[in-house]
């Protein structure tokens, strides 16, 4: 029996509905921090690089999780790794609840990340593994509207709770995801996948060289980032020397898989402007709160969410091409728009981010559909988790590239040529940027993807 084919519909039904709910905490518990550093730091006198580690040392070990999970599932019950999983979630939160000072809140962040790096490797390997091509983007589009809803309340949630309550609250909050176990348990079957000996030295190389250099960017510092190649370097030799490695070279021979995920680097770094750029550019330009800013990009993440099930229903009707089709023309419709009315009242920049946060699910949608295509049964867990790991990658590289670009303040060219020696000139410069960069995406998919991998097969992975 295929695999797709050994939960019944009911079943597959509520096991999306419960990952779709446990995706909205872990996206909120990714980003409502960002609110709360503030008060964070005021309760314990940090300083800023300090807070800044209650944000990083979380991504960093979640996106490493992501790839390690991905492995694991290849290999073990995916509902025992998503209970282990959960359960290391749990304590982190309790941890970080009750934590006394810094370090502690650190602690329990870590462990929050090394727990709840199982659901974005779940969140693609569950639509991936148990639905057929034809039905799986309803199922991708049921997990991104569970990932952007959690985006679009963190911000407000955090707000709340840090204000009227205490920002320890944040950390109970995500004590609710322990309520899901008991569902998995139930919904999930007991398929094992290949058991094979686990290359834990590769594992700890490709963590080490992922940890390293998201700390090269994130600090700008050259010393990570030559360490950082050097440890990728090694981590390269050894998968290749060895008869069972953590990540089978094979994967990277697939030239559609391979493709792909360079089309989704690039997506998902230009995606990452939104939350990014956005609160900066209301605040500095229309002189809002941040709490207001992120009123004003409420709307935007709420109709990704209601429309990314409507994303996934295009891409079973229409093929994964005309969903990307749709997304690259969200994202230039938005960026075009920001860069030519940049400064414009702010419920002007709402009714654009709405074509942006739209875009950036369907995006999303129409790669993780994609590459799921060109997986072979036995590669779906690593596969999904370097897609994921991608993602994070291309967030703090953009993130870096993004900020060095703001950080120069006598701006002397203009690629928007309707405006020039104003306020926004920065920004505007940026925004006609990431619209550059769309129309490349949509090239190298529609020409060399589309043409290489669906319309001549999807190559598998031995």
Known sequence: MDVADQLTKDKKDKLMLVLSFTL??????????????????????????????????????????????????????????????????????????????????????????????????????????????????????????????????????????????????????????????????????????????????????????????????????????????????????????ITNPFIQPALFRNSGYSIALIIYALGAGIGFALPYLTPLVLIELNHLTAFQSGLYMFPGAVAAALLARTGGKIADIRGNSFLAFLATSCFFICFCSLALMIGAPAYFITCFLIFGYVGQTFFQLAMANTISQTLARNQTGVGMGLFMLVNFVASSTATALMGAALSKNNTTVYFNFLFFQFAGAKYSNIYCVLAIIVVLIAIIYSIVLRTKVINKGKKKVA
């Not at 006198?45 to 492995?71: C, D, F, N, P, R």
């Not at 790096?117 to 148990?130: D, E, F």
Request: glycine share 8%.
């Open 24 to 241: 909205i905490f872990s996206s909120m518990n990714a980003t409502m921090f960002n609110v709360a550093l503030p008060a964070i730091s005021t309760e314990f006198s940090l300083h800023a690089s300090q807070a800044s580690w209650i944000i990083t040392s979380y991504m960093i070990v979640y996106a490493i999780g992501a790839v390690i999970y991905g492995k694991l599932a290849d290999q073990f019950k995916l509902k025992n790794i998503l209970t282990i999983g959960l359960i290391f979630f749990a304590v982190g939160s309790i941890v970080g609840f009750f934590a006394a000072n810094y370090w502690f809140i650190i602690i329990g962040r870590v462990l929050q990340a090394m727990g709840a790096a199982v659901l974005p490797a779940s969140s693609m390997i569950i639509p991936t593994r148990y639905f057929s091509a034809e039905t799986r983007g309803r199922a991708l589009g049921m997990t991104s509207a569970g990932l952007a809803f959690g985006v679009a309340i963190g911000p407000i949630v955090a707000g709340f709770l840090t204000t009227c309550l205490h920002w320890k609250y944040l950390f109970g909050i995500s004590l609710l995801t322990i309520t899901t176990i008991p569902f998995y348990r139930q919904y999930l079957d007991d398929e094992v996948g290949t058991p094979s000996k686990i290359d834990f030295l590769g594992a700890f190389l490709l963590a080490l060289s992922i940890a390293v250099l998201l700390l090269a960017i994130s600090t700008a510092n050259l010393i990570y980032l030559l360490g950082g190649i050097v440890c990728l370097a090694v981590f390269i030799i050894r998968i290749t020397r």
